[in-house]
Structure formats: C-alpha cells, structure tokens
T-cell receptor
Framework: AQKITQTQPGMFVQEKEAVTLDCTYD???????LFWYKQPSSGEMIFLIY??????QNATEGRYSLNFQKARKSANLVISASQLGDSAMYFC??????????????FGAGTRLFVKA | DTGVSQDPRHKITKRGQNVTFRCDPI?????LYWYRQTLGQGPEFLTY????????KSRLLSDRFSAERPKGSFSTLEIQRTEQGDSAMYLC??????????????FGPGTRLTVL
C-alpha cells in the first residue's frame, strides 16, 4: 500500500528565509505522482506543485520547488523567501490509482509552518 | 473560471439527524471526489465519481453515508443518523479526465460538520 510520511509536525522560519518541509513516500508503482498542498486556517486545500516520477527535472512554481530524490523516495518542498502569508498546514500527497481509471489522493499528516516577522 | 464550491460551509446538528452537503465542481471537470478530514490529520478518501458513475467507495464510507452525482455535474453527500464521530471537515475536489497525466485535484473550501 502507498504511504506518505511527514515527520515534522511543526516548523518555524524567519520571514524572508528559505525553509524545507520533509516528505518521504512508499510505493511499489513505477509510475506515480507527488503533490504538495497548502491549507490555511480557512480550510481550503490549495494545490502548490506536482512532480511526476519520470520527470527528470525538479518541479518549480514561483517560490516553491520540489527536491525530488527518487532513490531515497523523498519529495521535500522548499519555500524560498518565506512570507507571513505562508503560515499554514502543508500536506504532501501521492496519486493512488483507483483501479477504475481515476485516482484518489493519499495525504501525509501534514506540517504546520509558522513564519515569524 | 470559478473554483470548486461547497455548501454549507458549516453545519451543526444533533446526533441522530440527517445532513446533506453539496459540491459544485469546476465546470469542465468530469471527476469528482469526496474526502473527510479530522482535526490534525490529512484528508482521507471517501468516494469518487466520473461523470455520474460512482466508481469507487472507501471502506470508511459506512452504510449511513451515500453520495450521488445525478447529472454528472454537482454532487451531494448525505449522512444519515449522524454520530459524534462524524464530526469532521468534508472536502470535495474535482479534476479533468483530459489531465490524466497528473490528475491534479482542485479542492473546495470544505463543509465543517459538528455533531452535538
């Protein structure tokens, strides 16, 4: 069974500094997709970034980049130049084929990020 | 392009009552998903539709839960005879089958259910 592990329940970062949120995953599939979502206190899950298992380059989206190390089965999120608005829960997730053509997403337990002024 | 919407945003009910939630996906998205999120946890998959067909249900979805997507557009999730353990955030997401490479799911704001 596929599994996502996020070992950091909470992280603090100073405004304008970079921060890395850890994520490891377990799967026996050769083809898979990894996601990061942000969940502010309002509750909505906001899609941040996607990495496919066959992508040769690490994914980047603005201030977000994904440090993908396939052999180590890790997919860490790097946020550069942190802003106060980055304070939120961050979830690492994996696409899990449902067997009926679609995919469900399995999530880690999340990391709460606090950005200090 | 409007995002996924959910109604209501908050629901407080007494144990034993029935509740129904609605989700309107992004207009061109034909896949729709329901997840449940309890405090301090990541969301857990409940069920998913492609168009009007319900293709998968989690074992988390007990007989008291039923979901429909009658015309392949909006979906409803009904919980009968609610229990205190049903208190959670219920999240809806949608995706486009043409985006099969990533199947990125876009989430709504959620419905927070409190069962007293």
């Amino acid at each position: 069974a596929q599994k996502i592990t996020q070992t950091q329940p909470g992280m603090f970062v100073q405004e304008k500094e970079a921060v890395t949120l850890d994520c490891t995953y377990d799967t026996s599939d050769q083809s898979y997709g990894l996601f990061w979502y942000k969940q502010p206190s309002s509750g909505e899950m906001i899609f941040l970034i996607y990495q496919g298992s066959y992508d040769e380059q690490n994914a980047t989206e603005g201030r977000y980049s994904l440090n993908f190390q396939k052999a180590r089965k890790s997919a860490n999120l790097v946020i550069s130049a942190s802003q106060l608005g980055d304070s939120a829960m961050y979830f690492c997730a994996m696409r899990d084929p449902s067997g009926t053509g679609g995919f469900k997403t399995i999530f880690g337990a999340g990391t709460r990020l606090f950005v200090k002024a | 392009d409007t995002g996924v919407s959910q109604d209501p945003r908050h629901k407080i009910t007494k144990r034993g009552q029935n509740v129904t939630f609605r989700c309107d996906p992004i207009s061109e998205h034909n896949r729709l998903y329901w997840y449940r999120q309890t405090l301090g946890q990541g969301p857990e998959f409940l069920t998913y539709f492609q168009n009007e067909a319900q293709l998968e249900k989690s074992r988390l979805l007990s007989d008291r839960f039923s979901a429909e997507r009658p015309k392949g557009s909006f979906s409803t999730l009904e919980i009968q005879r609610t229990e205190q353990g049903d208190s959670a955030m219920y999240l809806c997401a949608s995706s486009n089958v043409r985006d099969s490479l990533t199947d990125t799911q876009y989430f709504g704001p959620g419905t927070r259910l409190t069962v007293l």
